[in-house]
């Protein structure tokens, strides 16, 4: 059986006329599985719901996408459940119809533990050289459009890096391909901020409403690849991963830090299971 | 019978795994279609080769994509065809697969000439709010990332006005959400650069080229609305349309320019037939 639902019914195709693939004019959610539950699934939603509202495309109802979710997932432990919203087929052109029939695909792929080691001693992190476009009209949201963050994950092949640092075309720190990035410094916790681009991530926000229950100040900031470089503890963050340290940045290496392994211990308490020591 | 080719075959519907509905993962050409040929093929199937190649993307044989432009508008007469070529589909996440399969995604959509007040009195063209992003890593090619140009379009309905004008977040003109635009000053002609932002248009690149021919000098400029709104001539190109004259820019009137007349006159006589007076 297709692990795809496509408007609630199995499917291995979409129509070929669809604006999700024409124009990326639509939205996505990567939503951990594990033990059988689609975690911070209610986050994941009310993310799509908000931007699916900025874009102007219908949301479709909570608990369609809801029991799509857990259809797909039944027979999965762990993986990786996506849910792709688009704003469905319409005349030719830019133009979106008057009255979008919106898309739902929902669909799950199983996928394996992340090697213990990135979580015990960190991945080895290096600098892409594909910017980070900006624009605060697409800004934060998991749009399809996702071009930049496929060429920037092209540039190495070597396993032992597991996460490339993407920077704006001004130089300034946005993300990583697939992961937000987190620096501390003089004892406070920083990550860039997302009005103007990235991904507002659900393990981002997560981390940030984390850090007051260990006394860590959370801060939104600009940062350079050199203040990245001179932090005292870096980690990334998704939904799939919880927290990697980082133990090297191109030619700096990192040791383990303590507010990382608060946070990671406090992210397991919460369900974040592989961030357990 | 389906007007689209799925790799050669006649098809209604793409797989739910392709990159290119996922990420964008892929390139389109959208050619006109005037007395059952396709017009400029050539140097479409140029461009889309040189971007498949900044992609990575295997670039499909010449010929096969010839021959299916040609299935396709066997019955057409006046319309759009239009090819997409994905990087097909991979394994879940961002990362390329390192032997992609390229879809082929090749049809046709029949339609009515533009108006013919839009070549004769000019059109009205509109400011957008919504910015476009800047990256040399992916300017100059007509991406499946176009959530810009759909959000840019979206901001009006008033059918009196063709086009709206985009600009990036630094306020510098890029083009018309679904065109390239043209200004004349001090008889010379003018238009944005797309080395960091915008598409190397097909029709932009025939104007270009053809303004030699009258005497025009022409010159890539950066420029500001402001700088479109005091231009003694101002048009759009595209492949569907060849070159609208604009007459009205937000509070701006323009008379009909002789050198748009001029360059209409060419363009008509080596096949772009709709700018024939």
């Known amino acids: 059986m297709s692990p795809w639902l496509l408007d609630g019914d199995p499917a291995d195709s979409v129509p070929i006329t669809d604006r999700g693939l024409h124009y990326g004019d639509g939205l996505f959610e990567t939503i951990a599985v594990r033990d059988g ?8 939603l009310r993310r799509l719901e ?6 102007g495309i219908p949301v479709p109802a909570r608990g369609r996408l809801e029991a799509e979710v857990r259809q797909v997932i039944a027979d999965c432990a762990h993986g990786a459940a996506k849910i792709i919203v688009t704003r469905g087929t319409g005349q030719r052109g830019y133009r979106p119809p008057p009255a979008p029939a919106p898309r739902r695909i929902v669909g799950v792929t199983p996928t394996a533990p992340a090697p213990r080691q990135h979580y015990s001693r960190g ?14 009209v697409t800004a934060g949201m998991k749009t399809l459009n996702r071009l930049e963050q496929v060429l920037a994950r092209a540039e190495w092949s070597d396993p032992d890096v597991a996460e490339g640092l ?19 410094r003089h004892d406070r916790l920083h990550t860039p901020p997302v009005h103007a681009t990235g991904i507002a991530g659900i393990m981002r926000r997560v981390v940030l409403d984390q850090a007051g229950s260990i ?15 001179a932090a005292a503890e ?3 963050t998704n939904s799939q991963i919880g927290i990697w340290p980082v133990r090297r940045f191109e030619a700096t290496c990192f040791a383990p830090g303590p507010w990382t392994n608060k946070l990671m211990q406090r992210l397991a308490a919460i369900g974040v299971i592989e961030c357990a020591p």
Not at 166 to 184: A, K, P, Y
């Open 37 to 44: 539950a689609a975690r911070f699934l209610d986050l994941h």
């Open 50 to 55: 908000g931007g699916l509202k900025r874009l």
């Open 123 to 136: 991945i080895e992190l290096r600098l892409c050289h594909t910017p980070v476009s900006a624009n605060p």
């Open 166 to 184: 993407m920077l704006d075309v001004r130089g300034r720190v946005v993300s990583g391909t697939m992961t937000n990035i987190f620096v501390v």
């Open 215 to 229: 006394d860590l100040e959370a801060r939104e900031t600009h940062m350079t690849a050199a203040d990245v470089g």
């Open 234 to 236: 870096l980690f990334v």
